[in-house]
């Protein structure tokens, strides 16, 4: 049986991208033609301060863009694993940049898994592209958004601005997708 939906947060510094890393699942979810509704939240110090993103990708209309308890949460540092993991539903993933904890987080029911981001980033060449290789490792265990269309519509998704990144995002995409033995 396929799920009809699947809610997601990411959460962490501001700075790090967590905003864009909700964007890219939410419009990679879209274009593969799944309703989706992709929420922001940041503090008024942006860079440094808190940030996390609500995203959920479903098959049907979405009735609610509240999400108490995610089956999935994409962490970029200690103190988003510290606020969300545990509200993360029995059969979750959390999905963690265990380059920013020392601690191995263990939840019942919930899978946990370290990923070196900022190492990983930076084998790619560019510490700016932590986002996208945890986007890459997520999509080891999302049951909505396939890695395929993360690949076919990265391109189109990065902000004109931005485009000098988009072979580094493409690679660290890639990066943390191979990374994730699941």
């Known amino acids: 049986m396929y799920p009809i939906s699947e809610e997601i947060i990411t959460a962490g510094f501001g700075g790090q991208g967590i905003l864009f890393l909700g964007k890219v699942l939410a ?28 995203v959920i990708i479903a098959q049907e209309p979405i ?24 509200t993360i ?10 380059s920013m904890t020392d601690q191995k987080p263990a939840f019942e029911g919930v899978t946990c898994v370290p990923v070196p981001a900022n190492r990983l980033a930076d084998e790619v060449g560019s510490g700016r592209v932590i986002n996208l290789v945890m986007v890459g490792a997520f999509a080891k265990f999302s049951k909505m958004v396939k890695f395929e269309d993360l690949v076919k519509w990265l391109p189109v998704i990065i902000p004109a601005k931005k485009r000098e990144l988009a072979e580094a995002n493409l690679n660290a995409l890639k990066k943390g997708y191979e990374f994730v033995q699941a």
């Not at 308890?69 to 510290?82: F, G, M």
């Not at 539903?89 to 265990?98: D, E």
């Open 27 to 54: 419009e990679a979810g879209m274009r593969a033609g799944k309703h989706v509704s992709w929420i922001p939240c940041y503090g008024p110090e942006m860079r440094g301060g808190t940030a996390n993103c609500t």
């Open 89 to 98: 539903r029995q059969g979750g993933v959390l999905v963690y940049n265990s």
């Open 63 to 86: 009735g609610s863009p509240i999400v108490n308890a995610p089956d999935a949460v994409i962490a970029l540092n200690k103190p988003s694993i510290e606020r969300f993991a545990k």
